[in-house]
């Protein structure tokens, strides 16, 4: 690819500072997103939301608080997406339920995001616009060119943003992969062209600042499953992150080579691979399909089943295979389990009570710790210190990591050459102003945080308002269970504690029909099962959600709660 020059657009004169503004991914890992505002226009750079963690009872997902951008929604042009995955689009359509703006991304990031806004019923009014690398496009007072980066999703981009101040650069996640399983490497060229040119502000990402040295090729994975899948004797059960398309190519790859069929379990898993596959970014061929036979019907010898789950999540495909409770596959003595991801931290727990139970089925595992078996999509120190240097701008600010993470990153540019007067840390809500001259923070913050997210519907902006409304409209219920961990057994019956939800003396059916759910719940759950009280308490909790919403349209708050004894 030849470089092309770099044009100034016909932007107009500016008549007022430059505005960073993130509202998500600053002092945090996931809930990516950041605004760019002039006093013409504002653009947004990804809109990504989190999972909840066990904490954040009947909650489903998170997405950041968008009370400024409801501000400024006039202002607002254009949103662009550096990449797929849920972290940088996965709040996307509680913003265009109150901004439909134009949205830009990649081929496959775009699948992925009408994939998502077809379930809340916005595919038909999103005005999705397709970007190619090196092409830029106007946005109001922002010029934006995409360019390529290499990351553990296809089509990923970096952006250099032409505003009437100066130019930005955002890094996007990205890696230096010397040997790309598409041979689409980081467009380093383009990112030293706008250097050479002269770069305001660059924003760069933190995941990996404190990992010494250089992350590991993609292609390190696929020769590690070739010689694991070559020494295989049973089922081979392998997870990996969903939207990870080189990746899932990888494994197809090593299943035919070995004359396995795959099989893929798991809704998000089948829906990533069938837009991968429809706009050319994954090759499923015909004599590696499984045609209509199920994995158990299948020579254990001949099958792969790649699922979801690799973070032990409860629901997962992964965790109710380990736990003998899923209906399409069971793993025996002599199948191997392999978990091709890292564990997000606050997860090790979850994912190591799935690897015993998966033990106790008889199966080897094979997970992170084994040399090859995943490599990280984020730039590692020594790539991050290329990207500064190449880049060389006047200003930079540490994006996408806790507050430890975006230090570390500033230090390291310091060590670069960038003069630490222009080395801008900041977390969400925080303001930083760029009048070309010179930067500053604002003292004032703008709001940010958290939403809860209850299926499709908005809840509430934090934990606190949340109860507060659950207990004022819909009341709560409390289950206490007593169970003997020796055994799994049920030391006496459930008890049941409800307030402003049914009055005993008035709903004791209700109550009767409640107690007898319960209770035949716990007797169709699994000895191991029983044994683990987060596995419980989570069965309680989605089994009693269904029951009021069905009987009663209600929502309570529900707080199941597990005596050890």
Not at 339 to 357: F, Q, W
Not at 534 to 563: G, S, T, Y
Request: proline share 5%.
């Amino acid at each position: 690819m030849t470089d092309q020059p770099i044009e100034s657009p016909a932007a107009p004169h500016a008549t007022g500072p430059l505005r960073v503004i993130p509202l998500g991914g600053l002092g945090e890992f996931g809930m990516n997103m950041m605004i760019l505002e002039l006093p013409g226009s504002a653009i947004v750079l990804d809109c990504g939301m989190t999972f909840p963690d066990t904490s954040m009872m009947g909650v489903d997902a998170v997405v950041p608080d968008m009370t400024y951008l409801r501000g400024i929604r006039e202002k607002l042009v254009a949103i662009f997406l550096t990449h797929g995955h849920e972290d940088h689009i996965g709040a996307l359509p509680f913003l265009l339920e109150f901004a439909n703006v134009p949205v830009y991304g990649m081929k496959l990031t775009l699948g992925f995001v009408e994939d998502k806004l077809e379930e809340f019923d916005l595919r038909s009014s999103a005005d999705l616009r397709l970007l190619e690398p090196r092409q830029a496009v106007q946005a109001g007072d922002f010029t934006v060119e995409p360019i390529s980066v290499t990351h553990s999703i296809v089509d990923a981009v970096g952006l250099a943003i032409r505003t009437p101040l100066g130019t930005v650069v955002h890094s996007g996640d990205f890696k230096l992969d010397p040997t790309p399983i598409d041979g689409l490497e980081t467009d380093l060229r383009r990112f030293a062209a706008y250097g050479e040119e002269g770069v305001m502000l660059l924003l760069s990402d933190s995941t990996n600042s404190i990992v010494e040295g250089y992350s590991r090729s993609e292609s390190v994975v696929g020769q590690t499953l070739e010689n694991v899948f070559a020494g295989a004797k049973g089922r081979i059960v392998i997870t990996t992150f969903a939207s990870h398309i080189h990746r899932i190519q990888q494994i197809i790859d090593c299943a035919r080579k070995v004359g396995r069929k795959v099989f893929l379990v798991g809704r998000s898993l089948v829906d990533n691979v069938e837009t991968a596959e429809r706009l050319g970014w994954i090759h499923f061929p015909r004599d590696a399909r499984p045609g209509h036979n199920k994995p158990m019907d299948e020579s254990p010898s001949k099958i792969v089943v790649i699922t979801t789950g690799t973070q032990g999540e409860p629901s997962s495909a992964l965790a109710r295979i380990a736990f003998d409770e899923h209906r399409g596959v069971q793993v025996e003595p002599g199948d191997l389990v392999i978990i091709s991801a890292r564990t997000i931290p606050g997860n090790e727990r979850k994912i190591n009570n799935v690897i015993d139970h998966l033990y106790r089925r008889g199966a080897e595992v094979i997970h992170h710790e084994m040399p090859g078996i995943h490599v990280s999509g984020h730039a590692c120190r020594e790539e991050l210190k290329t990207m500064l240097r190449v880049v060389s701008p006047r200003y930079f600010i540490p994006v996408h990591g806790t507050l430890r993470h975006l230090v570390k990153h500033a230090q390291l540019a310091g060590a670069v050459g960038v003069a630490s007067e222009r080395i801008v840390v900041i977390t969400n809500g925080e303001v930083a102003e760029f009048d070309g001259e010179s930067s500053r923070v604002l003292e004032d913050r703008v709001p940010s945080g958290k939403v809860f997210i209850d299926g499709q519907s908005e809840e509430v902006a934090t934990v606190v308002v949340r109860d507060r409304q659950h207990l004022a409209e819909d009341g709560f219920v409390i289950v206490v269970v007593a169970l003997d961990m020796q055994t799994g057994q049920l030391v006496r019956e459930p008890e049941i504690i409800t307030r402003g939800l049914v009055h005993v003396d008035e709903s004791a059916e209700v109550l009767l029909q409640m107690r007898a759910q319960i209770n035949e719940l716990l007797a169709a759950t699994s000895r191991e099962e029983m044994q683990d009280p987060e596995i419980v308490q989570e069965k309680l909790r989605a089994m009693l959600k269904r029951f009021f919403r069905k009987k009663l349209n209600r929502r309570p708050m529900i707080l199941p709660v597990v005596w050890e004894m």
